[in-house]
Every structure is written in C-alpha cells, then in structure tokens.
C-alpha cells in the first residue's frame, strides 16, 4: 500500500513511498509534510529486498504476521533458555537449574567471549560463583544485542537510534558520529563490564575499536555495541553536573546500566579540543569520558535525546 496523507497507520504497518518500503515506528494520522524519508522519528526504513513478516497496510483491511526472531544457540548448548529467564540475575536461579546451564551450556556465550579475550571483569577480585553470575550475564548481553542485531539487518530500523553488534575496528556506515579528534572520528559504543553495560567511544584508530570508562580506568574492547541512526530524529541537549532527567525536555535514548541498575545515559562533552562520548547519571557528578588510560569527568555536557 502506498502511504497517502490524512491515512492514520499503527504499529506493524508497512507502506510504500518513492520506491522504498517503510516500517511505523509511533502510530500517526499523516500529513502532507511528514513523509516517511522526512519522519525517521515516525518510520523506519526497511530493506527493498526482504519482503517477510510485514504487516501490510490495506486501508480497513491488515494482513498481520507475527515477527520471531529466534537465536542459533551456541554450540554444546542442549539447554533451553526462556527469555524471562535471561532477564534474572545468576544468584536467583536455584541450585538445580544453575547446574543445568553449566552442564547443558547456559554459560558458553559468555565463556567463548572470556575465552577469546573479552575483559569482563577482574577474576582476581571475585569468588567462583561470582565469576559464573558475570559470565551469564554476559552471555545475556551478547544474546540480547544479537537479536537486535538481526532484527534490524532483516526489518530496518524501528526508532532513529539503534543499538546493534559491532567487532573490531571496522565502523558501520550508519553509525552516529560524535566528533574527531585529531585525523579520526569518535562513535557511541556500549558493553558489558563487571556486571552493567558501560558507555564509551569507538573508532577505527582505536587498538581493538573501543573503549569505555569503569572506576577511573579506561578498557579496550573488540566485540561491543555501536549505536547507529538517523540524527534527523534525535538532538544533543545541555546538561550539568548530576543528571536531572525531568529537566530535559526531552525523552533520553536508551543508554546504559550501571552494576545496581542505575540507568547510564549517552553523554558527549568537550576535552582536549575535541568532543568525545562518554555516559552519564543521576548519580554522577558529571560526564564520565574514557580518555588517555583512565576517565575523565566533564561538568558541561549535552545528552543525546529524540527530537
């Protein structure tokens, strides 16, 4: 169905517009002067090749079709792994099932990580059991940021910021651009780190492609998320000091966690001549940036807000 002004579309819909199929991301009456190509806060674009699991826009009429996305498991894993599941933390699994995923390999995502150098956390500093809970939630983490990975390779993007799998030093073409310093670019990564997912920065001058900040250090990363979309549909906004979310104005792009849960946000803040990514908080006294083997706090900053 091609998109027609005055036409309200809700969620699932798929239109046709200058060639190019679009997927709604928030439900709409349209307007003449808000056309998927100008409204990337509104529609996604899809791919013009993969024509599966769209919902088809007929007027009165829709023709729906569930999308599920299912994972390949990791080889040896012979354990069924529910999604609420994932969503626990390792200590509030019974001892039962906890011995399941170690035999059944519930925890081979997050050890093929450690095994091929993944730094996530510091195994001097934690107990056996404790490694084994940093371990699944890793494995949890790189679960999760698959999925999104494969939704977005088959459906297009749903909003204009999205999180997707990135490895080593070769940067998407659609990722977000936060500055340069020097001759390369600066991007917005994310990864998981001592039990919470951190935000740095990411660029193909980087030792293995990205770093981010934990406790006054600054860690290199080869296998981490970039965040990637259309600026059209999103704005930086000022902040200062502790983060006061409310005062925006703004609603913030999905951005980390810290260890307890505390949401990290996506910060960017000027050092050095140059403006890099880093994250921020509620409980932060500042912008946190990883630069030059450790972190640094910025007072003045902005957060990457939709428009």
């Known amino acids: 169905m091609y998109w027609e002004p005055g036409t309200y579309y809700n969620l699932g819909d798929v239109v046709e517009f200058e060639g190019h199929r679009y997927k709604i991301i928030q439900p709409h009456t349209a307007q003449s002067d808000w056309s998927p190509p100008v409204t990337p806060a509104l529609w996604g674009r899809l791919s013009d090749e993969d024509h599966t699991g769209e919902h088809r826009h007929h007027g009165h009429h829709e023709e729906k079709q569930q999308l599920v996305y299912e994972m390949p498991r990791p080889e040896g894993q012979t354990v069924e792994i529910h999604r609420e599941e994932r969503e626990k933390h390792w200590f509030d699994l019974d001892d039962h099932r906890k011995k399941e995923l170690e035999v059944g390999g519930g925890l081979l995502a997050g050890a093929a990580l450690l095994a091929g150098g993944y730094a996530a956390f510091k195994s001097h500093q934690h107990h056996e059991e404790a490694q084994k809970a940093h371990t699944w939630a890793l494995g949890n983490w790189l679960h999760d940021a698959e999925a999104r990975t494969a939704e977005y390779r088959n459906y297009g993007p749903r909003s204009p910021a999205t999180w997707i799998l990135n490895r080593g030093k070769e940067i998407p073409p659609e990722a977000i651009l936060v500055g340069k310093e020097h001759s390369w670019s600066l991007f917005i990564c994310r990864a998981f780190y001592e039990g919470g997912v951190q935000i740095g920065k ?41 983060l006061n979310v409310e005062a925006l104005g703004y609603r913030p792009v999905e951005g980390g966690r810290e260890s307890d849960g505390t949401p990290l946000y996506i910060a960017e803040a000027p050092h050095k ?6 994250k921020a908080s509620e409980k932060l006294d500042g912008a946190y940036i990883p630069y030059g083997g450790k972190e640094t706090c910025i007072s003045m900053y902005r957060i ?4």
């Open 273 to 278: 001549g140059a403006v890099h990514p880093g």
């Open 304 to 307: 990457l807000c939709f428009a």
């Open 202 to 242: 990411a660029s193909s001058a980087f030792q293995k492609g990205a770093v981010i900040g934990y406790k006054h250090e600054e860690i290199q990363l080869d296998t981490y998320e970039i965040l990637i979309g259309d600026m059209n549909g999103l704005r930086w906004v000022d902040a200062s000091g502790r």
